[in-house]
C-alpha cells in the first residue's frame, strides 16, 4: 500500500487542503497588479499574526534567511551581542553572528533546560559603556521542546540596556501568543514551513522601530537580504526580487485561515494539544526530557528509559506512518520529538500517543496495563 504519511516533525508541517490547492496554478507576473493585491494583503495579516503596526517583510528562503537578515540588518561589525544558547537553534545564533565578525557573550543553558533570564540582567548590568547593542535568542528551542520566556528576557533588555532584542520565534509564531508591540520586541524571524501551515520557502521577518533605528547604524554587508530594499518594495506592495510567488498563494490561504479560527483559540488548541500529548507520554510510563512548566507549545520531547530512542521512531514510522523527529546531536538515540504545530488536530494527538502505546507494547517495553496513556490524553482533550 502507499505511504499514508502523517508529518508529526516540527517542520515541515502538515499542510491544509486548501493550501495544497492555492497552489496548484501557473505563476503570476510578481509586477502585475493582482499580485500585489496579494502582497497588500498577506502584509496585513502578517501584522495582525505578528500582533504588531511595524513592518513585517517576506523574504524567498528558509526560516535561517529571516535570522540571518535579523542580524546584518541591525548590527555593525565588531558589535558586542549577547546570544542565548540553550540547544541547536541557539548554536545556529552563535554562528550566524560569528560569521559577521559580532563579538558574542553568551548565556548558555543545558540541553532540556531554559535560558536564565538574570543571566542576561547580570551581563547588560555589568556592560556600563553600553557596548552591548542586541540580545539574541530563540523563543522555542525546537531542538529540545524548550520555551524561553522571551518576555521577561526582553523586559531585562528593556530596563538594563538600549540594546535591541532579536528573536527567532520559527516554531512559536502561530502557537503561543507573542504580542510583538505590547512586549516590545524589535526583531522577529519566523519560516513557512511551521505555525503557518505552508510548505517550506518563505521567512518573515518583522522589524521594529528601534530595529529601523539600529538599522541606520549597520555596516554589515548585505544585499540579498538587505531589509531597505524589502521595505521600499513592500511599501509598493512588491518585492525586490523574484518572490516564490506560488508560496504567496498559499501564505494567503493559511493566514486567511488562521484569521477565521482566531488568534486565540489557535494558541488554546496548540496549548490543549500539548497538555493531552505531555499526559498522555506520562501515563503510559514514558518520561519527557522537558519540564512541562517550561515546554514549548509546538513541540514535545520523550526520553524514553532504557530504549534506544530511535528504535520506537522507527518502529512508529514503518507501522503507523506517522514520522517523529529524533534527537540531534548528543541526544541522537536518547530522544525524540513530537511536533504538535500547525495544521493538528484531536484525532493527530490520539494516533500518536495510540501509536506509541501500542509500540512499546509490542516490544515488550510497557510497564503498566494497556489504555493508560491514551486514556489520559482522551479525558484531556475531552474535558479541556
Ligand atoms: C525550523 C527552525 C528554524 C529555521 O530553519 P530553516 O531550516 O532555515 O527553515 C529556525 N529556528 C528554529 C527554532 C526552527 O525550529
Not at 72 to 93: A, Y
Not at 117 to 133: A, M, S, V, W
Amino acid at each position: 500500500m502507499q505511504d499514508k504519511l502523517n508529518l508529526m516533525i516540527p517542520g515541515p508541517t502538515p499542510v491544509p487542503e486548501n493550501v495544497l490547492s492555492s497552489m496548484s496554478k501557473h505563476p503570476i507576473g510578481h509586477r502585475s497588479g493582482d499580485f500585489q493585491e496579494i502582497v497588500k494583503k498577506t502584509t496585513e495579516q502578517l501584522k495582525w499574526l505578528h500582533q504588531t503596526t511595524a513592518d513585517v517583510l517576506t523574504i524567498t528562503g528558509s526560516g535561517t534567511a529571516a535570522m540571518e537578515a535579523g542580524i546584518i540588518n541591525t548590527l555593525s561589525k565588531g558589535d558586542q551581542v549577547i546570544c542565548g544558547d540553550n540547544g541547536k537553534f541557539g548554536e545556529r545564533w552563535v554562528k550566524v553572528a560569528k560569521a559577521y565578525g559580532l563579538e558574542v557573550k553568551l548565556v548558555k543553558a543545558d540541553w532540556g533546560q531554559p535560558l536564565d533570564p538574570n543571566e542576561f540582567k547580570r551581563l547588560l548590568k555589568e556592560d556600563r559603556d553600553g557596548k552591548i547593542k542586541a540580545v539574541i535568542l530563540t523563543h522555542s528551542e525546537t531542538s529540545t521542546g524548550v520555551i524561553n520566556d522571551l518576555k521577561t528576557i526582553n523586559n531585562e533588555v528593556k530596563s538594563n540596556s538600549k540594546a535591541i532584542t532579536i528573536a527567532d520565534c520559527v516554531t512559536s509564531l502561530g502557537a503561543c501568543n507573542i504580542p510583538m508591540d505590547e512586549w516590545g520586541i524589535d526583531v522577529i524571524a519566523s519560516g513557512s514551513q511551521k505555525g503557518y501551515m505552508i510548505p517550506p520557502g518563505l521567512s518573515f521577518v518583522a522589524m521594529s522601530k528601534r530595529a529601523w533605528e539600529a538599522n541606520e547604524q549597520s555596516n554589515l554587508p548585505k544585499f540579498y537580504l538587505d531589509l531597505k530594499q524589502y521595505l521600499k518594495t513592500s511599501n509598493k506592495n512588491s518585492n525586490p526580487f523574484t518572490p516564490a510567488i506560488n508560496l504567496y498563494f498559499a501564505l494567503e490561504a493559511s493566514l486567511t485561515m488562521m484569521q477565521k479560527e482566531g488568534l486565540n483559540n489557535i494558541f488554546a488548541r496548540h496549548a490543549r494539544h500539548q497538555k493531552a500529548t505531555q499526559e498522555g507520554i506520562k501515563a503510559m510510563g514514558l518520561n519527557l526530557f522537558t519540564k512541562e512548566s517550561f515546554g514549548s507549545p509546538a513541540i514535545t520531547a520523550v526520553e524514553p528509559e532504557n530504549i534506544d530512542a530511535e528504535t520506537i521512531r522507527k518502529l512508529i514510522k514503518n507501522d503507523f506512518d506517522i514520522l517523529l523527529a529524533g534527537g540531534q546531536d548528543h541526544l541522537k538515540g536518547k530522544i525524540f520529538r513530537i511536533g504538535h504545530l500547525g495544521f493538528v488536530n484531536d484525532r493527530d494527538i490520539i494516533s500518536v500517543i495510540s501509536a506509541l502505546e501500542s509500540t512499546l507494547d509490542k516490544i515488550g517495553e510497557l510497564k503498566i496495563p494497556i489504555g493508560r496513556g491514551i486514556s489520559k490524553t482522551i479525558s484531556i482533550l475531552n474535558n479541556e
